[in-house]
């Protein structure tokens, strides 16, 4: 079978409104040769401009970085929908989770119905109403299941939402002590399918594929994302952010791997980001290096062409 076409999209966005850290992540990783990851042809285009980042809340809704937010949004979200008609894959690469804001509105708008296989730390539904700094990256699941979004700009609220609960399948959660102290209840108590870090490590096979069966089931087509801080701290250290400390837990190399094949190897996968990447915590790019492996290794398990 031929591969499919890869559309690569960087995203040069920061959500705390930094200059550089996840902003440059999307260069970053093409210069740790992310173009020849894939076994098929690949085509790519210029990241999108964005505004000034401001590392300030906006009034009203609370956002942080609102402005490029804003516009990332909107160019994932037309990039995404472009090399979906088109019948290519699209790969976001760069930014932070605030990419599925534009990714999966865009594919619920070329299939009908989106589901995720969401592989992360942290559950990422904290309201806006909660929210301690603005940081959207710690909402976006909320905000796509339609659970807080009251206050965002109408800009934003125009998609949303754009997710039902039994199309997502979430991997690798280690933020219970975090979610307690903000009062956040776990997307478990809604229904949602989520397996913890402790039982991704324990079944790395089975929790990919259980999570993509579910968004099989009730979708049309799946995205899968990853953010890079589901790793182990010991396994790569350049996703913290403002506020981290020291977490225990987390995936190794092998487990994530074995847990992004087996919900491939399930089928239906449109589309795929990984994010939460800052190079800034890299100075000598090994951390980039190892990403780009990561991809090299689950590509030839993306999706043949039409």
């Known amino acids: 079978m031929t591969p499919a076409t890869i559309d690569l999209i ?10 550089g850290a996840q902003a440059r992540a999307a260069a970053a990783l ?6 020849d990851a894939f ?60 990419v599925l804001l534009g990714a999966v509105p865009a594919l619920r708008d070329a299939v009908g119905s989106a ?39 109408a800009a934003l609220r125009r998609r949303l939402p754009a997710l039902e609960a039994d199309a997502l399948g979430m991997l690798g959660m280690r933020d219970g002590a975090l979610r307690r102290e903000l009062n956040v209840a776990s997307l478990a108590d809604r229904g949602v399918l989520l397996h913890n870090e402790r039982e991704v490590r324990d079944d790395p096979a089975w929790a990919g594929s259980s999570a993509a069966a579910r ?5 049309s087509g799946w995205w899968l994302h990853l953010d890079v801080d589901v790793l182990a701290q010991a396994e790569l250290g350049s996703s913290r952010v403002p ?45 980039a290096r190892r990403i780009v492996q990561l991809v090299r290794e689950i590509a030839s398990h993306f999706p043949a062409g039409p």
Request: aromatic share 4%.
């Open 30 to 35: 093409r210069d740790a040769g992310l173009a």
């Open 115 to 153: 589901g995720l296989v969401f592989v992360d730390a942290h559950e990422d539904t904290t309201s806006l109403d909660a929210s301690p700094d603005g940081e959207a990256a710690n909402m976006e699941i909320g905000l796509l299941l339609g659970l807080t979004g009251e206050l965002a700009p």
């Open 243 to 287: 506020g981290d400390e020291q977490a225990p837990g987390g995936l190794t190399w092998p487990q994530l791997t074995e847990a992004l094949v087996a919900a491939l190897r399930v089928g239906g996968c449109r589309g795929c980001s990984v994010a939460i990447y800052d190079p800034d915590q890299d100075p000598d790019g090994r951390d």
């Open 39 to 98: 076994d098929g042809p690949v085509s790519s285009g210029a990241d999108p401009s964005l505004a000034p980042p401001t590392p300030t809340r906006a009034l009203g809704s609370g956002l942080m970085n609102e402005a490029a937010l804003l516009g990332m949004v909107e160019a994932v979200h037309a990039r995404v929908g472009r090399a979906l008609d088109e019948g290519r894959f699209p790969f976001v690469y760069g930014a932070d989770c605030t």
């Open 10 to 19: 960087g995203v040069p966005f920061d959500g705390w409104g930094r200059a």
């Open 215 to 219: 968004a099989t089931q009730h979708s």
